[in-house]
């Protein structure tokens, strides 16, 4: 079943729309603040976004425009406006097609159905979704070799990045430092494993709220560590 994020602000008409691609056999989600709509589409794993202009916290072409420097995932641009600049400047951040209101439910319906179709072409000729590992509040993008910590990307060194997705891909598996040495570095663990030591220590410090008491990198006394689920 395909996954719909509606970004609309007029609760009224989001939950029409909602309701009807639901009886279309979809999935949906409602967010009615730009910036709330932003962390959801950026955190969350969507096939399709519908986007309102005129949203409260930012507006609709800045969340499109966030949404495609991350992710190819089709946008419907939806607004009462009707110039053509809007149209334009919509489509030129990335937007695959702009709904002037007041528009069907049933156009809106035929619309979503016709994107969701030609981007699964696409998929099907090459243009493969990025490899995502997501447990709670981080989203690992793989193939893009980035991290998001609540929503925003955070900088890691290879090795950071390295070891971080490693963990988050056995969740619940005690590590000892040799392990973990021998797995990232290719290299047998010769007095060299407090480099895993200082190398949690940096991650811990971009993804945990407090280091002093971690919600996901967990130390086992004696053992090594574990990320927690």
């Given amino acids: 079943m395909s996954k719909i994020l509606i970004i609309e602000d007029e609760e009224s008409i989001a939950y029409l729309e909602k309701d009807y691609l639901e009886l279309s056999d979809f999935e949906v989600d409602i967010e009615t603040d730009g910036k709330k709509g932003l962390m959801t589409a950026l ?3 969507y096939d399709l976004y519908i986007l309102d202009l005129m949203l409260p916290g930012i507006d609709g072409f800045e ?3 966030e949404i495609r420097e991350q992710k190819n995932t089709p946008i419907l641009m939806v607004s009462a406006k009707k110039d053509d600049i809007d149209k334009i ?3 030129g951040l990335g937007a695959d097609d702009y709904i002037t209101k007041p528009f069907s439910p049933s156009e809106l319906g035929a619309r979503v159905k016709a994107h969701l179709a030609r981007y699964d072409r696409l998929i099907g000729t090459g243009v493969r979704k990025n490899d995502v590992v997501q447990i709670r509040g981080i989203k690992i993008d793989k193939t ?3 991290v998001w910590v609540n ?3 955070t900088q890691f060194t290879t ?3 390295d070891l971080l997705t490693f963990l988050a891909e056995n969740p619940n598996h005690v590590f ?3 392990e973990l040495f021998r797995k990232i570095w ?3 663990s010769i007095g060299d494993i407090a480099t895993v030591t200082v190398h949690i220590k940096k991650i811990r410090e971009k993804i945990e709220f407090d280091t002093s008491k971690p919600q996901y990198i967990e130390t086992i006394w004696g053992v090594g560590y574990r990320f927690k689920i």
Avoid: Q, V
Wanted: net charge positive; hydrophobic share 20%.
């Fill in 186 to 188: 290719n290299m047998e």
């Fill in 144 to 146: 893009a070799r980035r």
């Fill in 89 to 91: 400047r919509g489509l």
């Fill in 159 to 161: 090795k950071e990045f």
């Fill in 43 to 45: 955190t969350g794993e």
């Fill in 63 to 65: 969340i499109c425009k």
């Fill in 176 to 178: 000892s430092k040799e």
């Fill in 151 to 153: 929503g925003t990307e």
